[in-house]
């Protein structure tokens, strides 16, 4: 019989828990495995830092497409931005919200709950499933697990720090043009760019929270200068680069999300290869499909936004971007970040 701490996830809601149950049921064999719910969070057993390969990159540059494409060998997990606190309860508890997150350290109360989360050890419909609650929920994929692949957009500032205290050696820094991502993050949520969760977030405080204006007091008096909304979504993005450019933690791979889907084949195989993954068959059919979260036929996505965007919000993001101290440069396989 399934574990009867399974059955209390119906305090959660929903039918992403109601689709959990029915496939631990019926598919995962779950007798085999020890684990508890409570609140959301189950715990299983626990994988070495080697064993997880996490894909960071600021919201919109295409984590979820090529984590997906990452994980989808056999023996391999795949997690859904484990430290949403909107849907990850002990994330939340733990103070883990967008300005802690955004930050250069972690307390010594939070570093547990961080490393449990990249190693699957805190999962939910969300983490498991990410949108698709409906297609292909993921619980006995990540039980069954040997090796995880994480992807997370919350984490970019913190990959120097959580590599030293946590050993992980694994990671795939994803960048995308910087105009390319604040266009797709002013339109997540249609026509109107004030219900983007993105847009509102986008705020000075969660922006620069304190240790950033710490480390990087040109900021703060650049802070002043970013009035409209995408000059505050290009800070963002600048600063996501900026820390873990200029203190690149070792085994960081930096990947151009439009260089992999302009030769997918050549960016790919060594990073399957780098990472000690489990390559999927027809693997030139699989990441030519776009991910869940992106609306966009891929063939026209690279360059759209230089056709949404207006030249003078073209212009002010690329500004901000400079004024931090990042140098883009557009090359024929993609964007080329170098830090001043």
């Not at 109601?18 to 508890?36: E, P």
């Not at 950033?212 to 909304?229: D, G, K, Y």
């Not at 450019?245 to 195989?269: F, I, Q, S």
Request: glycine share 8%.
């Amino acid at each position: 019989m399934i574990p009867a701490s399974l059955e209390r996830a119906r305090t959660l809601g929903g039918r992403g828990v109601t689709a959990l149950r029915y496939r631990a049921r019926h598919r995962h064999g779950l007798r085999r495995r020890s684990f508890q719910v409570g609140s959301g969070i189950m715990r299983v057993r626990r994988l070495d830092p080697a064993d997880v390969v996490l894909v960071a990159g600021t919201g919109r540059s295409g984590t979820t497409w090529l984590g997906d494409v990452l994980g989808s060998g056999p023996g391999v997990g795949r997690l859904f931005e484990p430290l949403a606190s909107v849907r990850v309860p002990a994330v939340a508890q733990a103070g883990l919200d967008e300005p802690a997150l955004a930050g250069l350290t972690l307390t010594e109360d939070q570093i547990p709950v961080v490393a449990a989360a990249l190693r699957g050890e805190l999962l939910t419909p969300w983490t498991t499933s990410g949108e698709r609650l409906s297609d292909g929920v993921r619980l006995g994929e990540v039980l069954r697990a040997r090796r995880l692949v994480v992807k997370e957009i919350r984490i970019n500032r913190l990959l120097p720090f959580l590599h030293r205290r946590l050993g992980l050696h694994r990671t795939v820094l994803l960048v995308r043009h910087p105009c390319a991502v604040v266009a797709s993050q002013l339109a997540f949520s249609g026509p109107d760019p004030s219900r983007s969760p993105f847009v509102r977030s986008a705020t000075v405080d969660n922006v620069l929270p304190p240790q950033i204006r710490q480390r990087f007091p040109h900021l703060e008096r650049l802070a002043s200068e970013w009035t409209a909304v995408e000059e505050l979504l290009a800070a963002r993005w600048a600063i996501d680069q900026l820390v873990p450019l200029a203190d690149p933690p070792p085994g960081m791979v930096v990947v151009a999300y439009e260089a992999v889907r302009l030769d997918p084949g050549g960016v790919l195989t060594p990073l399957y290869d780098r990472f000690d993954l489990p390559m999927p068959a027809e693997l030139v059919e699989r990441v030519g499909r776009p991910s869940p979260t992106t609306r966009a036929d891929v063939a026209d996505a690279l360059d759209r936004w230089r056709t949404t965007l207006e030249p003078d919000r073209i212009a002010r993001i690329l500004a901000v971007v400079d004024s931090c101290g990042l140098e883009v440069a557009e090359t024929a396989r993609g964007v080329a970040l170098s830090v001043r």
